[in-house]
């Protein structure tokens, strides 16, 4: 892949609502030539979409922490991120080797709230919780090295 190419993509990876002309400009090309590369690597696949990146403190979410979940039963069936998928405060799940099963990734607006969170989690899949609560955050969100 061009350099230029990878250029573009770390760019849009940071801030896919950046404009052509931003683009253009940071990547010493003319705004139809951004376009156009940016339509092409659209079509390639090499861009499938673009997330806006909303900070969660703008919109009242200053609370993050990872809750460990695993099952009461270990026989039971394996089902915990579909059990837990209607709960919008969770913002990630990742299965993982370890003790737990999965680890989720949630933001709430305050300690009452993460408490109201925990209990939902516990009872929608029937699982015991560990829960760490996230006190800064240096960096994150960062797009992969190209």
Do not use: W
């Not at 990630?92 to 305050?110: F, M, P, Q, T």
């Amino acid at each position: 892949m061009e350099e230029i190419n990878r250029t573009i993509i770390s760019l849009l990876a940071r801030d896919g609502r950046m404009s052509f002309t931003e683009l253009a400009k940071r990547t010493g090309l003319s705004v139809s030539a951004a376009q156009q590369r940016v339509r092409r690597l659209e079509r390639r696949g090499v861009i499938k979409g673009y997330a806006a990146i909303i900070d969660p403190d703008d919109v009242g979410l200053a609370l993050t922490a990872f809750v460990s979940i695993k099952p009461f039963d270990p026989a039971a069936a394996d089902d915990a991120p579909e059990r837990l998928a209607h709960l919008a405060a969770i913002e990630a799940c990742h299965s993982v080797a370890g003790d737990e099963n999965y680890i989720l990734k949630v933001r709430v607006a305050n300690p009452a709230e993460l408490e109201d969170l925990l209990q939902e989690i516990r009872s929608a899949a029937g699982v015991s919780t560990r829960t760490t609560v996230v006190l800064s955050t240096p960096y994150e969100n960062r797009p992969p090295n190209l």
